[in-house]
């Protein structure tokens, strides 16, 4: 993503998320609300005069311009090609050719708020140079100049036009729902964006920017949620940092740790520092308790073991230049901007990245616990859905990828595994399913492709799924669920599932989601997850559950947590980000 160098795991107390998320509505609906909104910024008409105002002559001068440009219009300004090529017309048509930059006596004070606003652009981790800043600034001082001498230009108020229309709706679009397209960035990603709840976002729009303020209207296209905001403070920050050289290099060498002197604590004390994870650099050579505290809170804010010490994956971490950490900082601002309006009043989030779950109510974490997400050839996806059940219980119905890959080499190795694990042979899915007895089977005969068995595992404390799975139907058969592999959750990467997400603390998810049905008690809880046969529950109302990957944000204390990239997300959208902005 484009820098201004271009250009020029949690501590005990308060807990913190990434503070937020089905195919993607088109980008034409997402183009209309911005048009919408900049129609409602610019609905009030100045008084005509006798003759021609500036206004009415740009009018004539601006359909011209747009019918001779065809459809979708194909325009180029100061070398600059407008890209909202469907939008822009539609806005004009909408208007009438009324022009929105240009009034009765010329160029309208509306022009500086929306070159301000494009100017801010890199604080948004957005590009002004998308936004035709240059090509702007180029032309505006001469129609100024020309209006100064009382001849202004009717052709270039249009040009002027054009480009600041253009910018605004590119812009808007981008604020909105994002300059990339997930779909084409990431194939994993599945959350529907903010343009699928235009109404809420027009009606707000018309009722807080009646008076055509051009920066609040396009600030009111950003996520709303505080996490947004506190990434985009952490942006600024990092950025400053970044452009003040950033941090030392550590040169590599023994682990150093409490009580040792080494000519290599000096330059971590002044790393520390630089980021603020000590208050100076002072204390020579020595590796102090305060330098320790120090170097704890560096490695729960990414997500290391926190030992205390420098080995191998910390020293890795605190050589991260701090013009990466900008663009880190930068894609998951994107990413907030590809989430849906609304989240939900409660709801659940999973950041696969952080291996963390979240119960949300409002802007608060009231339950959080540790999660194990997908191997890396089983990647989680990012989607969102409802929670609208859970099973106690739970049979283990083994996916065929899982049977063939996973279970029938441990099969023809030790037909007793079935019996020792507690699996069932079966014939088929239908009515008419028999039980097969494993050892009249030749198993050395079956391949993946001649598989017509299936298995299922028997509840039970060996279970896969533990004693309870949390599920939200969808297309790609993942869910949350108990194991019996508890140890799993004590390893500082938690990557070894098949797709689905083991949870941590399943008896208190499910006390939080059966809290509405006063039948359901721990103790009821408990019973039922210990029994011999499935039972299935429904909430009182489906929660909403947000499926994301989150490599960067910020807490409520201004700290800044970045983990890594496990499943290489962040370096596709990077690319995109940084590549011209695409027609919309």
Request: with cysteine; hydrophobic share 40%.
């Amino acid at each position: 993503m484009r820098s201004v160098a271009d250009t020029g795991s949690h501590r005990p107390g308060r807990r913190s998320w990434p503070s937020l998320p089905a195919a993607r509505t088109a980008r034409t609906l997402s183009d209309v609300l911005v048009v919408a909104v900049l129609v409602a910024v610019f609905a009030a008409a100045p008084a005509r005069a006798q003759q021609p105002t500036c206004a009415e002559l740009t009018c004539e001068f601006l359909r011209n311009r747009i019918e001779m440009a065809g459809v979708p219009v194909r325009i180029e300004i100061a070398g600059d090609a407008i890209y909202a090529t469907e939008t822009l017309p539609l806005f004009y048509e909408r208007r009438g050719y009324r022009p929105a930059w240009v009034g009765d006596l010329g160029l309208l004070p509306r022009v500086d708020s929306l070159v301000r606003a494009i100017r801010s652009a890199e604080s948004e981790g957005l590009a002004s140079c998308d936004y035709h800043i240059a090509a702007i600034e180029a032309v505006l001082p001469n129609v100024r100049k020309e209006e100064e001498r009382g001849r202004p230009d009717p052709q270039e108020y249009v040009e002027l036009e054009l480009l600041l229309t253009d910018a605004f709706l590119v812009y808007g679009s981008h604020l909105l729902h994002g300059k990339t397209d997930p779909v084409e960035v990431d194939a994993e990603w599945h959350v529907s964006g903010r343009g699928n709840d235009l109404a809420a976002v027009l009606e707000s729009a018309l009722r807080r920017f009646e008076a055509g303020e051009v920066e609040s209207a396009l600030q009111s296209l950003l996520p709303e949620r505080s996490g947004y905001g506190r990434l985009r403070d952490a942006l600024a920050r990092y950025r400053r940092l970044a452009e003040g050289g950033g941090w030392p290099e550590l040169p590599p060498g023994e682990t150093l740790g409490k009580d040792d002197v080494d000519e290599r604590v000096v330059l971590l004390r002044e790393r520390l520092a630089v980021e603020g994870y000590l208050p100076d650099s002072a204390g020579g050579d020595h590796f102090d308790s305060e330098l320790e505290e120090a170097v704890v809170r560096f490695q729960e804010h990414r997500g290391l073991d926190a030992d205390g010490r420098i080995g191998k994956g910390t020293l890795a971490a605190l050589n991260v230049p701090a013009w990466d950490r900008v663009r880190q900082i930068e894609v998951n601002l994107e990413r907030w901007r590809w989430l849906p309006l609304e989240l939900g009043e409660r709801f659940a989030v999973v950041n696969i990245a952080n291996f963390q779950l979240y119960v949300v109510e409002g802007e608060d974490v009231v339950l959080d616990m540790r999660v194990v997400v997908g191997k890396d050839y089983r990647r989680t996806p990012v989607f969102s859905d409802e929670i609208r059940y859970l099973v106690f219980a739970p049979y283990w119905n083994v996916p065929r990828s899982i049977a063939v890959k996973d279970m029938l080499p441990k099969i023809r190795k030790d037909v007793t595994y079935l019996e020792k694990e507690r699996f069932t042979v079966l014939t088929g899915w239908g009515p008419d399913t028999e039980e097969v007895e494993p050892r009249m089977v030749d198993w050395d005969a079956m391949t993946q492709e001649n598989l017509p068995y299936r298995f299922r595992q028997e509840p039970g404390t060996n279970n896969a799924l533990g004693r309870v799975k949390f599920m939200f139907p969808n297309e790609f058969s993942v869910y949350l669920h108990d194991t019996p592999a508890k140890a799993l959750f004590s390893r500082n990467v938690r990557t070894f599932s098949s797709g689905c997400i083991r949870v941590e603390r399943p008896v208190q998810l499910a006390e939080y989601l059966l809290a509405g049905d006063p039948s359901w008690t721990r103790e009821d809880i408990l019973t039922a997850m210990d029994g011999d046969a499935e039972k299935t529950v429904r909430l009182p109302e489906p929660v909403p559950v947000h499926i994301l990957y989150w490599t960067a944000w910020a807490d409520e204390d201004g700290s800044v947590q970045f983990r890594n990239d496990i499943y290489e997300r962040d370096i596709p959208l990077d690319n995109a980000c940084d590549a011209p902005a695409p027609a919309i």
